[in-house]
């Protein structure tokens, strides 16, 4: 079989090319092609006069903005439904030595420390869940008996509860304040007892 491949190809290869002139048939035209930077200028005229480029603009700082206003809700909340008072010890274990700017050491690692033998809790923090209406006034009435509060929120529009309460509020990014004291209630409210944190859940 290889041998009667390769005798037909050297027939091939040997045989003159018959070859006509058939002619022309239709109209031809010289290749004609747009060149990349050209071709981008012309679309993003057309964009623009089209209104692309706004709408496109309008939409991106539509969704930035709600990413900002409304942050994904802290996992693990359920609204308070009874009136529970408990405490939290803040006493932390080091990890690593605590050494001041002189390399002097303050404290060895493995020291146990608990933050209000240090520094007091001036004010209190009012965690609620701002899409639940009554936990907004409920901060709202806590901040004006208390106006040294601060409001934290887990789930909601942070912005409009500032506008609400007159003062900045605050969102658990990443539920730091969650995993650290154990919270998974709404409302309740954080306050230093002596040397202890102490946590009201408030059914409303």
Known sequence: MSKLILGLLAVCLTVP????????????????????????????????????????QDEAAKKIKDQILHQPAVPGYKVATASITRYFDPTVSLEKSMIDAKGKMIFPAGTKINPFKYGGLSKRIIVIDAR?????????????????DLVVL????????????????????????????????????????RLMLKIQEVAL
């Open 17 to 56: 090319a018959m070859a006509q002139n058939l002619g022309v048939h239709g109209q031809l035209w010289d290749i004609q092609e747009e060149d990349a930077v050209g071709y981008m200028k012309r679309r993003a005229d057309e964009m623009v006069k089209n209104g692309d480029v706004k709408k496109a």
């Open 132 to 148: 639940i209406p009554d936990q907004v006034a409920f901060a709202i009435s806590e901040k004006k008996k208390h106006p040294r």
């Open 154 to 193: 887990v789930a909601g529009d942070w912005v409009m509860v500032t506008k609400k309460i007159g003062s900045q509020a605050f969102y658990d990014q990443s539920g730091a304040i969650t995993r650290r004291f154990e919270l998974n209630k709404t409302p309740s409210v954080l306050s230093q007892d």
